[in-house]
């Protein structure tokens, strides 16, 4: 019977790496709701909407199998990842750590990054953490309560360029590359050198990870890699030509969702393609991807700066004053900059049994210079993807399903975490 139950999922893995999705649903559920959708529908390039949305039905054994629906889905159309690229780096450290194998060496270890290469930062404090020192734990929580840039590019140094990309195709996200850190200006050969860290326990050094350079080059020629018709610099002098995005990191849409996907529900790949974590660190990241910023004791973070929905783009619309559902939670990682919002997400609503995983994309630039920060951010793409949430949950909360899920595995106490 387990060897019947395991081909199962074997051929529901494989059947969800070849399925087509639809691409009808989408377009007509959007063209119903004209007062929600019409601006981005009309505008000449729908503001280079993509999205991916995914619903779920259980069996009687509360295995998930999977319907895919997309609207506007082009993995050679690009557009900025900005921050979802977080998620997968993520991952790949804790991976890393379970791969080493040394002897006191675990998420919570101290974490001192040195440098060995111009324009390297050393870290030697965190006061956001419990402790007051760095960590692989407290860098993923600033990743996946608030987007932290800093907490991502210590990870990226951990992991380093090319064992990220090497993850990348080992996991066949085809349509990816990361291939430099964000926010600093980071560039050029910067981006191919990684910091030596040196990771404690109890005072003693447990692994010593070596500075290093990454000589590949990760070639990708997608359309939309110059944009704009103008930007500023990094000294804020405008430039008259457009902004080149070809060495810049590339994640598509489907990569996004078929990272959560693979991370949500291990279980349907071959366990070749299950992301090398532990149980344990399973749970740390769905608990840390649904809470709430102002739900966080350690790292702490306030109103005005931060609020519940601070990095919660579809449903709420990343909105100070949006009303939380408490039984609704979203197990996500938002992206925006240069004009793109975007948001890969898991939505549950645990009193309704509800659940879906829905992923888009949305650009707003109307003045075409990039840099300038003057996007349309709240007036379009917020407002986009809260309604296509809000709609798209509407609709599975009228949609008849044959067994309900057991979401168990999801539910957390939310109230001070560490």
């Given at each position: 019977?387990?060897?019947?139950?395991?081909?199962?999922?074997?051929?529901?893995?494989?059947?969800?790496?070849?399925?087509?999705?639809?691409?009808?649903?989408?377009?007509?559920?959007?063209?119903?709701?004209?007062?929600?959708?019409?601006?981005?529908?009309?505008?000449?390039?729908?503001?280079e909407?993509?999205?991916?949305?995914?619903?779920?039905?259980?069996?009687?054994?509360?295995?998930?199998?999977?319907?895919?629906?997309?609207?506007?889905?082009?993995?050679h159309?690009?557009?900025?990842?900005?921050?979802?690229?977080?998620?997968?780096?993520?991952?790949?450290?804790?991976?890393?750590?379970?791969?080493?194998?040394?002897?006191?060496?675990?998420?919570?270890?101290?974490?001192?990054?040195d440098?060995?290469?111009?324009?390297?930062?050393?870290?030697k404090?965190?006061?956001?953490?419990?402790?007051?020192?760095?960590?692989?734990?407290?860098?993923i929580?600033?990743?996946?309560l608030?987007?932290?840039?800093?907490?991502?590019?210590?990870l990226?140094?951990?992991?380093?360029?090319?064992?990220?990309?090497?993850?990348l195709?080992?996991?066949?996200l085809?349509?990816?590359?990361?291939?430099?850190?964000?926010?600093?200006?980071?560039?050029?050969?910067?981006?191919?050198?990684?910091?030596?860290?040196?990771?404690?326990?109890?005072?003693?050094l447990?692994?010593?990870?070596?500075?290093?350079?990454?000589?590949?080059n990760y070639?990708?020629?997608?359309?939309?890699?110059?944009?704009?018709?103008?930007?500023?610099?990094?000294?804020?002098?405008?430039?008259?030509?457009?902004?080149?995005?070809?060495?810049?990191?590339?994640?598509?849409?489907?990569?996004?969702?078929?990272?959560?996907?693979?991370l949500?529900?291990?279980?349907?790949?071959?366990?070749?393609?299950?992301?090398?974590?532990?149980?344990?660190?399973?749970?740390?990241?769905?608990?840390?991807?649904?809470?709430?910023?102002?739900?966080?004791?350690?790292?702490?973070?306030?109103?005005p700066?931060?609020?519940?929905?601070?990095?919660?783009?579809?449903?709420?619309?990343g909105?100070?004053?949006?009303?939380?559902n408490?039984?609704?939670?979203?197990?996500?990682?938002?992206g925006?900059?240069?004009?793109?919002?975007?948001?890969?997400?898991?939505?549950?609503?645990?009193?309704?049994?509800?659940?879906?995983?829905?992923?888009a994309?949305?650009?707003?630039?109307?003045?075409?210079?990039?840099?300038?920060?003057?996007?349309?951010?709240?007036?379009?793409?917020?407002?986009?993807?809260?309604?296509?949430?809000?709609?798209?949950?509407?609709?599975?909360?009228?949609?008849?399903?044959?067994?309900?899920?057991?979401?168990?595995?999801?539910?957390?106490?939310?109230?001070?975490?560490?």
């Open positions: 019977m387990k060897r019947f139950f395991f081909l199962l999922l074997l051929m529901q893995a494989f059947c969800s790496f070849a399925q087509q999705p639809d691409t009808v649903f989408l377009k007509s559920l959007l063209n119903n709701h004209p007062e929600l959708f019409s601006g981005i529908l009309n505008h000449g390039t729908q503001n909407v993509q999205i991916i949305y995914t619903r779920i039905d259980r069996d009687k054994n509360n295995i998930p199998h999977f319907t895919t629906y997309s609207y506007r889905l082009n993995p159309h690009y557009f900025y990842p900005a921050s979802t690229v977080k998620l997968p780096t993520a991952i790949f450290a804790l991976e890393k750590l379970n791969e080493l194998k040394a002897k006191g060496l675990n998420r919570k270890s101290v974490m001192i990054t440098s060995s290469f111009a324009g390297q930062t050393k870290v404090v965190d006061t956001s953490s419990s402790t007051g020192l760095p960590s692989i734990e407290n860098y929580k600033k990743i996946l608030v987007s932290d840039n800093d907490a991502y590019n210590r990226y140094e951990f992991v380093g360029r090319a064992e990220i990309n090497q993850k195709k080992k996991y066949r085809n349509n990816t590359r990361i291939v430099g850190r964000l926010a600093i200006g980071d560039a050029g050969e910067s981006t191919r050198h990684t910091n030596p860290i040196d990771f404690f326990h109890h005072d003693k447990v692994y010593h990870k070596p500075g290093l350079y990454d000589a590949l070639p990708m020629q997608l359309e939309n890699m110059l944009q704009g018709k103008a930007y500023l610099d990094s000294s804020d002098r405008l430039v008259n030509k457009p902004l080149d995005f070809s060495e810049k990191n590339v994640y598509s849409l489907a990569d996004q969702q078929m990272v959560l996907k693979r949500l529900f291990p279980e349907t790949f071959p366990k070749a393609q299950q992301f090398n974590l532990t149980a344990d660190d399973y749970h740390f990241l769905y608990r840390y991807m649904s809470t709430l910023p102002t739900e966080n004791l350690k790292p702490t973070y306030h109103r700066e931060y609020f519940p929905a601070f990095c919660k783009f579809l449903f709420y619309g909105d100070s004053t949006a009303v939380i408490p039984d609704i939670r979203i197990f996500n990682k938002v925006d900059s240069y004009g793109y919002d975007i948001d890969n997400a898991y939505i549950v609503d645990f009193k309704n049994k509800v659940e879906f995983l829905l992923s994309v949305v650009q707003s630039n109307e003045d075409g210079i990039l840099n300038d920060n003057k996007y349309e951010y709240a007036t379009v793409c917020l407002p986009f993807l809260k309604n296509l949430g809000q709609v798209i949950y509407q609709y599975e909360l009228k949609r008849p399903k044959k067994h309900l899920p057991d979401l168990t595995k999801l539910k957390f106490s939310y109230s001070n975490k560490q």
